[in-house]
């Protein structure tokens, strides 16, 4: 069984930065897609941004430019830098890492606990 640990929500200030870390526990990233969630109150689950195994990474249009994803493999870890934050990216943030083989976001894939980012207008 996979788990996945956020870390490095917090309140920040609109225009500031915050960088989500999220640990796995046991190494996955040789082969799997990974990805960041976020959820508003009141709004569904959106795709953030995801990277595949082979280092393509897309993102949402929204955090397009501002938001950077990455991982280190020898960490089993994957990162979303977060840049020049908007009132409207207020969520709480979720991390996701795919079976092999299978798309993230789905029932083959595995969830963290969320983190929550807030940044104040």
């Known amino acids: 069984q996979v788990q996945l640990v956020e870390s490095g929500g917090g309140l920040v200030q609109a225009g500031g930065s915050l960088r989500l870390s999220c640990a796995a526990s046991?190494?996955?990233?040789?082969?799997?897609?990974m990805g960041w969630y976020r959820q508003a109150p009141g709004n569904q689950r959106e795709l953030v941004a995801s990277?595949?195994?082979?280092?393509?990474?897309q993102y949402a249009v929204s955090v397009k430019g501002r938001f950077t994803i990455s991982r280190d493999y020898a960490k089993n870890t994957v990162y979303l830098q977060m840049n020049s934050l908007k009132s409207e990216d207020t969520a709480v943030y979720y991390c996701?890492?795919?079976?092999?083989?299978?798309?993230?976001?789905?029932?083959?894939?595995?969830w963290g606990q969320g983190t929550q980012v807030t940044v104040s207008s």
């Open positions: 990277t595949l195994s082979g280092g393509i990474s």
């Open positions: 996701n890492a795919a079976a092999p083989g299978f798309p993230i976001g789905t029932a083959r894939s595995y």
């Open positions: 046991r190494s996955i990233f040789s082969s799997n897609a």
